[in-house]
């Protein structure tokens, strides 16, 4: 069974650029959650989808978002990119119906973004 | 609003003498916790997760850990350290905002192996 894939691996950007990371969640699994993990901190929630819809957000600005599609699939948008928005993203997804406490998170290995 | 505090950011070992890391965490409600490893150049995979069964809870790898609910704690061990320990772990715990829950993620704590 194929785990969770994500693309880029690297992404390199400029200040002020618009980054797209997608993100493809294991088969079967409709949630799906974006994190940031800065170097030397540890994940930081940014959004989570489920069949089609944002169910809730991180604290994070309005320039993150996201979609996701109807086969599950989601992506990340990072418009007018900082400096600091250089991290890596990881994506998770969760089996229909993700949002417990108890859910076990699959995760990808990320997207190293790099803003310069 | 719940948190997690992992104690220590590194942790050195002799291969072959016991891991501890470890993670304390506040919470308002009956918690749900997790440990993830987070190997070089790998995904985040789940070592183990507490759900208010068993407090003593094993993992994958040999790794176990104990929910302690008077220490608020939730340390993870392992007896006898391996190199393949070698990685990053991260103790979570599940906060309940609205009608949702969401991860709260520890800072790491990076396990090294020492030969």
């Known amino acids: 069974e194929a785990g969770v894939t994500q693309s880029p691996t690297h992404l390199i950007k400029t200040r002020g650029q618009q980054a797209t990371l997608r993100c493809s969640p294991i088969?079967?699994?409709?949630?799906v959650y974006w994190y940031q993990q800065a170097l030397g901190l540890g994940l930081q929630f940014l959004l989570w989808?489920?069949?089609?819809?944002?169910?809730n957000r991180g604290n994070f600005p309005p320039r993150f978002s996201g979609r996701q599609f109807p086969n599950y699939s989601s992506e990340l948008n990072v418009n007018a990119l900082e400096l600091e928005d250089s991290a890596l993203y990881l994506c998770?997804?969760?089996?229909?119906?993700?949002?417990?406490?108890?859910?076990?998170?699959?995760f990808g290995p990320g997207t190293r973004l790099t803003v310069l | 609003a719940q948190s997690v505090t992992q104690l220590d950011s590194h942790v050195s070992v002799s291969e072959g003498t016991p891991v501890l890391l470890r993670c304390n965490y506040s919470?308002?409600?009956?918690?749900?916790l997790f440990w993830y490893v987070q190997h070089p150049n790998k995904g985040l995979q789940l070592l183990l997760k507490?759900?208010?069964?068993a407090t003593l809870v094993k993992g994958i790898n040999g790794f176990e850990a104990e929910f302690k609910k008077s220490e608020t704690s939730f340390h993870l061990t392992k007896p006898s350290a391996h190199m393949s320990d070698a990685a990053e772990y991260f103790c979570?715990?599940?906060?309940?905002?609205?009608?949702?829950?969401?991860?709260?993620w520890g800072a790491g704590t990076k396990l090294i192996i020492k030969p």
């Open positions: 998770a997804s969760t089996p229909e119906g993700g949002g417990t406490s108890t859910d076990t998170q699959y």
């Open positions: 088969s079967g699994h409709t949630s």
């Open positions: 989808y489920d069949e089609g819809e944002e169910r």
């Open positions: 919470s308002s409600y009956s918690p749900s």
């Open positions: 507490y759900t208010s069964a």
């Open positions: 979570v715990v599940s906060d309940h905002l609205d009608s949702n829950y969401q991860l709260i």
